[in-house]
């Protein structure tokens, strides 16, 4: 299930019967990118201040630390094809500051 709002992404995931993740817990400033791993076991989202974290939607957590190095706000997210590379571990960022980072 997938809810916005106006001023925040409140971005809800029935991860399995008994957990869900709430994208919107690892930041401070609006989440402006979703996306999904090919396998959806990942999910990465990306906001207006340039930080990215990858989410276990398994168990509703964030996997690791935020990564930074956008020196503004992310503009999209797209991941590596599934059929390059199995399962797809890679993904790329852009970012309105002009850069893509992987």
Not at 5 to 10: D, K, Y
Not at 30 to 40: E, K, R
Not at 72 to 91: D, M, N, Q, T, V
Request: glycine share 10%.
């Amino acid at each position: 299930m997938v809810r916005f709002s106006v001023f925040r992404l409140a971005l809800t995931i029935p991860c399995n019967k008994h957990s869900s993740c709430n994208v919107s817990s690892g930041y401070e400033h609006h989440v402006l990118a979703v996306a999904w791993s090919p396998d959806a076991k990942c999910l990465v989202s990306g906001d207006r201040n340039g930080k990215v974290c990858g989410w276990d939607p398994s168990k509703g957590e964030l996997q690791g630390k935020a990564l930074a190095g956008h020196k503004k706000w992310i503009c999209g997210i797209a991941w590596e094809p599934a059929h390059l590379s199995y399962p797809s571990r890679r993904f790329v960022t852009c970012g309105k500051d002009g850069d893509a980072k992987i």
